[in-house]
């Protein structure tokens, strides 16, 4: 018996190859599972992109920040450098022969402009003589009078000063107790 016996075919006709299987009806959850597989996927990208944004941002004010605090201290600078410049005058004029008494006007006349410079910083002097004593404020370098009352600031040693509200340098005073 031959092969085409045994198939049933005629001689010579060749039987078709063997079909592929009809594919299975595709399962609406798998469409749905993919679908949302790659709204996941978009959304880890976007998430990746504000991350990246917003560490950029932040960066960014970092920078500008450090650059502020630097430059903080630049109208202070400017108010000093006129102080500066007339220092060197000063210097000037002693060199070239100055009297005394124009040297003394000249100083006074330079540390009424620092003091104008610093006021206008926010720089204040803590007043001490005569005042009540204040820890916060004065530092007591020296107690004269023996008695057991007030304490009082007798002398100012070191001048205190505030910037703003806050103590920058305390002023060094003599304390005396009344009473």
Do not use: C, W
């Not at 959850?29 to 944004?53: C, G, K, Y």
């Amino acid at each position: 018996m031959n092969l085409d016996e045994l198939t049933g075919t005629e001689p010579g006709v060749e039987l078709d190859p063997p079909t592929a299987q009809a594919e299975p009806a595709q399962d609406p959850r798998d469409e749905e599972i993919e679908r949302l597989r790659s709204q996941v996927s978009e959304l880890q990208q976007q998430a990746l992109r504000t991350l990246a944004e917003a560490q950029t941002v932040q960066r960014r004010m970092r920078s500008q920040a450090e650059l502020e605090l630097k430059m903080a201290v630049q109208p202070l600078v400017e108010r000093l450098l006129p102080l500066l410049d007339n220092l060197s005058r000063a210097q000037e004029m002693l060199s070239g022969g100055a009297s005394v008494d124009s040297v003394l006007a000249g100083l006074a006349g330079l540390e009424r402009q620092l003091q104008a410079a610093l006021e206008a910083s926010g720089v204040q002097r803590i007043e001490a003589v005569g005042e009540r004593f204040n820890p916060e404020l004065h530092e007591a370098i020296a107690v004269v009078g023996a008695g057991d009352g007030e304490e009082r600031v007798a002398e100012e040693v070191s001048t205190g000063y505030r910037l703003h509200d806050r103590v920058v340098r305390a002023a060094k005073v003599k304390v005396s107790r009344v009473g």
